[in-house]
């Protein structure tokens, strides 16, 4: 069974980086797959980061292109996110997931972590 | 940039009652479109992708149809397991979310 984990500071002070890791387990993501992050700011809709296959370049939320990377670690089998220089706005519940083959809709979630940006 | 307005933004229903959730698009998405259900606290959960193929799993109460710009989650004979906020997502152009719409018990 596909499972999901993020991980990662819980508060980050604006300005700075954040940086969170998703543990993937169940399945290899080198083996296919579109693999990515959506965000959620407390109280409001969803929002698309960015989508990953392993050995192509990412696609990213032109909003937040300047400032967002994803990244897959086949060592350890999981997917990284970067986002610099935060802002309050960047404060979120932050979800990793995997796309349902080529339709771009997410099919498996991780539980999702809050990420705080406060001084 | 296309933008996605769910209506209504919340509703009250009781169990039993037949549900109708309306998701527009800005511009033509073809049939580009998703529904998700979000539990207070959970991550969403896929219900019906490409306007109208049902997630597997997924009871057979929910239904989905439209095309374009106009689209519909109808629920029936809702249960109390239903009451969750639903979210419509388009995937013609990048990816947008609607705003939700919030089902809640009369």
């Known amino acids: 069974q596909l499972q999901l984990q993020e991980s990662g500071p819980g508060l980050v002070k604006p300005s700075e980086t954040l940086s969170l890791t998703c543990s993937v387990s169940g399945y290899s993501i080198s083996s296919g797959y579109y693999w990515g992050w959506i965000r959620q700011p407390p109280g409001k809709r969803l929002e698309w980061i960015g989508r990953?296959?392993?050995?192509?370049?990412?696609h990213y939320n032109p909003s937040l292109k300047s400032r967002v990377s994803i990244s897959i670690d086949t060592s350890t089998n999981a997917l990284s996110l970067t986002l610099s220089s935060v802002t309050a706005a960047d404060t979120a519940v932050y979800y990793c997931v995997r796309l349902k083959g080529v339709i771009v809709a997410y099919e498996y979630w991780g539980q999702g972590t809050l990420v705080t940006v406060s001084s | 940039d296309i933008q996605m307005t769910q209506s209504p933004s919340s509703l009250s229903a009781s169990v039993g009652d037949r549900v109708t959730i309306t998701c527009q698009a800005s511009?033509?998405?073809?049939?580009?479109l998703n529904w998700y259900q979000q539990k207070p606290g959970k991550a969403p959960k896929l219900l019906i992708y490409d306007a109208s193929t049902v997630e597997a799993g997924v009871p057979s109460r929910f239904r989905g149809s439209g095309s374009g710009t106009d689209f519909t989650l109808t629920i029936s004979n809702l249960q109390p397991e239903d009451f969750a906020t639903y979210y419509c997502?388009?995937?013609?152009?990048?990816?947008?979310f609607g705003g939700g719409t919030r089902v809640e018990i009369k």
């Open positions: 990953i296959y392993y050995g192509r370049s990412a």
């Open positions: 997502q388009q995937y013609d152009n990048l990816v947008s």
């Open positions: 511009q033509d998405i073809y049939n580009y």
